[in-house]
Every structure is written in structure tokens, then in C-alpha cells.
């Protein structure tokens, strides 16, 4: 697999695909609204990503950048396949991946610098954002979306989007470069392959889900109406996890009956504990499922 995301024109994304997937991907691009990809590192590294679009029978453009605007390189390509191995060549940062394309620089002009923060209002985004990093669940757009808001008060806001993604790609950054020195598995993945177990089996298992208990338990109904049941924890609990204080999961059956219900927590609870997590419920299918994450370590995707 290539450590890279591929989003298409509609709006469709591929995470981790292989080199053969990721030639498909090319292959299939040239009519109406599939005309490009857009290829970025796992975890992100904003600024830094190669795309390519194509049109009917005309060229396929490929450009890549690798910072800011001044490092933003186009080529044209003659070939799909090319393609492929020159976004392949990218994800695996193989020696010499650019060589023999005919790169051009696009000129473009270098961003409007971004006005400092006052000092108080730095501290207070900076910490909130760390703790956002730390949940695990964001990405820098919908971070920087998230922190151009989250200190308003009274409709105003002391930070403007520039600001806002300024912050949010500098901690971003930083937190990437500090998951790159974990090491084993941590409680964040046990909970990851749990989940996936509890997908494949005909469960909806949803993570970070909606805001709180209240609103997901009026959404997980919409879900998906082929599954037996569900099971899920909304971003108060991923804040909750995040800062040490445990885990809280919710379940239930879509038949509304308790004996569903608490059929769904007995196999929810297994799940967990077959992953290596320990699980904090008596059985009671009135009670949520409480699951102590000391070593959350989740890591960003974006």
C-alpha cells in the first residue's frame, strides 16, 4: 500500500490504496466530472501534494508542490501509466521520482503575509487546537474551519481563517512529526480494529460521531438500514479520551427492543476485549459502555 489519500472530482477518496489501485484511479479519469485527482501523504503534510487532470483526449497535466506557491512544478504527460509511476514514485519518495518529466515552474506569487495574533489569543487557539490534534480525528481544512470560530464570542471572532489555518498547519505539523517517534500499538488502534471487526459483522460502528449522545442516537437511525444494530462515540467522548478520562460508547438495537439492545453491548463488549481493551459495563443494556484508554495515541490521517 502507498502511504497516500486520493480524492476525485466527485468528491470520492481512497486511502492507502496500492500502486495497481492507484493507476485505476488514473486510468479512469477523462470524462465528465472525473476529469483529476488529488494525491496527499498520510498523514498530510500541508502544501505538499501531486495532482493531475485530464480531459478527453488532451494531455494529462500533472503538477506537484512541495511548500508554498513558489515550489508549485506542472508537466504535461503523455500517458496514463506514466502517470501512475510518477504519483507512485511520489508516495514512496523514491530517489529521482521527478527526474526525465520536463518540469516547469508555475510562477506562482508567494501568500499575503498573515497578521500575528495577539499574544493572549495565540495561547488560548494554540491549546485548544493541540487538543483537537490530540482527539485525532481532524483534518487541516476541517481544523482551520474549526478554529477561525472556536474562541467567538458575541459573533465575533478574534481570529481570521488566515490566521486560523496559519496555527492549525504549524501544530499540525508538529504533532505528524510527533507521532513519527510512536512506536507498538496503542489504544487508539485497539479501538480501530475493533471497530472494523464490529463493521464487518453487520453492525453501523461509527467513531467521532456527531456531537454528543443525543444528537447520535436521533442520526445512527439513518445510517444504515441493512445493519442489525449499532454502536458508536461522539466527540465529547473522543475530547474525553483524548484527555486521559476514558472512553464512553453507545449501542442499541434499530428493532428498539432491549433484548436487541443488549444482545448488541454483549457483542460490542467482546469486540473490544478480543481487540485488548478493557471494558467497564455490567451487562445492563440501559447503560453505556465505559472503555479506559490510557494510551489513546491516535494517530492523524487527514
Known sequence: MLEIKVKTEGAETYTRPTADELTDLVLGIGGRKNRFLVV???????????????????????????????????????????????????????EGWDAGTGWESLGLPGPEPVPALEPGVLGRLEEAVRSELRGGFGTVETLTEWAAD??????????????????????WLERVEEQESWTGVSDADRLENAFAVLGAAGLTARQNFTCCRSCGMDEVWAQDESARGFVFFPSQSTASAASGRGL????????????????????????????????????????AIDVPVPDWRKRLVG
Open 40 to 94: 496527499q501523504r498520510v498523514p498530510d503534510r500541508p502544501g505538499r501534494f501531486v495532482q493531475v487532470w485530464h480531459e478527453g483526449d488532451g494531455p494529462y497535466e500533472l503538477e506537484y508542490r512541495e511548500g508554498g506557491p513558489a515550489d508549485h512544478y506542472r508537466a504535461e504527460v503523455p500517458t496514463p501509466e506514466r502517470v501512475a509511476e510518477v504519483m507512485a514514485g511520489w508516495a514512496r519518495q523514491d
Open 150 to 171: 472556536c474562541l467567538t464570542r458575541d459573533g465575533v471572532s478574534p481570529v481570521t481563517p488566515e490566521q486560523a489555518r496559519a496555527v492549525v498547519e504549524r501544530l
Open 248 to 287: 464512553t460508547l453507545y449501542y442499541g438495537g434499530f428493532d428498539d427492543s432491549e433484548e436487541t439492545t443488549a444482545a448488541t453491548g454483549h457483542e460490542v463488549a467482546a469486540a473490544l476485549r478480543e481487540a485488548g481493551l478493557d471494558v467497564e459495563w455490567d451487562g445492563d443494556p440501559s447503560k
